[in-house]
C-alpha cells in the first residue's frame, strides 16, 4: 500500500555473469502499491529537454506491478528497457500509463523447458486483466544479437477493456506485434466495445496483429469494429509476413477492420472484413 514512490533518471542493471541469481528476478516489482519511473531533464530547450532516460539491463522482468486490491496503479514515462525477457509485467492493475519507451526484447531462458515445453515467449509489455490504460509512442523490437525465438511486442489477456486503444507504437522483426488473447471484452455480446489497436507501424514481423485461441473451447474477442466509417484504423503492415500475417483473427468473432490506405492484404478470411472508407484522420 505504498502510494507515489518516484524513480527519476534510474538505471538498473543486472549482468548474465552475476551468481546466486534468481531466474525470475525483477528490477522493480510493486504489489498493491503505486509509483512512477520518470526521465531527468538535464538541458531544457525551447518547448523540450534532453532526458536522463531510465534504463532496465538484464532482467527477467523489468518492472512487475501486481494488484489485488485498491485503485493504485503506476506511470512509466521515457525509459530504455534493453534485454530483459519480460520489459513490463502488468497483473491486474488497470489505468496504468506507457508512454515513450524503447523495448529491446531479449530471450526467454527461464521459461525454457518448463512443463514440458520449449520456445518459451518474450515480451515488451505483458498485460493480464488490466484495461483502462494509455499505451502510445513506444518501440518494440528484438534486441541485438538475441538468438532465434517467440518475440512479442505487447500481449493483452482477459483485459475485460471497455474502450481501451492501443496507438501509436511501432513493431519490428517480432514473431507478434500485437497478441490479444482471451476477453479482451467488457461484454462479449456488445460489438462495439472492447481492444482496439490505432495507427500503429509494423515492419518485418511475422505476423503484426493476432486475436490467439488457445484451445477449442476459447473464443477470444477484442473490439469487432477496428476503426469506424468516420476514423480509419490507420495501421501500417509489414511488407512480407507469414500467412495471414497482418490481422490474424482465431476467434469466432467476425472483425471489420476499416483502412483507406493500408489494408489488411493478408488476413483470416471470413473472420477478418476489410471496408474501404473515404475518412482520412
Known sequence: HVNGIRFIGCDFTLSPLADGIDKYNMAISSYNSAFSVEARCITAHMGSCDYDRSSFEGFYRGI????????????VNRADFTGNTIGVMVNGVEKQSILFCNFRIGPNYSDDGNCN???????GIS??????FIIE????CKNVGAPQGLYIGIRCKDGKSEADVIYRNSFTGLSYGN???????????DDL?????????????????????KDVNDNPMINSSQG????????????????????RNDGGQVITYFYNTNP???????LVVPVFVTAVN
Open 193 to 213: 466495445n472492447g481492444l482496439s489497436f490505432m495507427c500503429n507501424n509494423n515492419q518485418n514481423n511475422d505476423i503484426d496483429f493476432i486475436v490467439a485461441k
Open 127 to 132: 498485460m493480464i486483466q488490466s484495461n483502462g
Open 228 to 247: 469506424s466509417t468516420n476514423l480509419e484504423a490507420k495501421n501500417t503492415f509489414s511488407a512480407n509476413p507469414l500467412q495471414y500475417g497482418h490481422f
Open 264 to 270: 489488411p492484404i493478408y488476413y483470416t478470411p471470413r
Open 117 to 123: 515445453t520449449s520456445g518459451a515467449p518474450s515480451y
Open 64 to 75: 512487475y506491478a501486481h494488484k489485488s486490491s485498491g485503485s493504485y496503479t503506476f506511470t
Open 179 to 189: 497478441y490479444a488473447d482471451g476477453q479482451n471484452r467488457n461484454r462479449p455480446f
Open 137 to 140: 509512442e513506444n518501440d518494440f
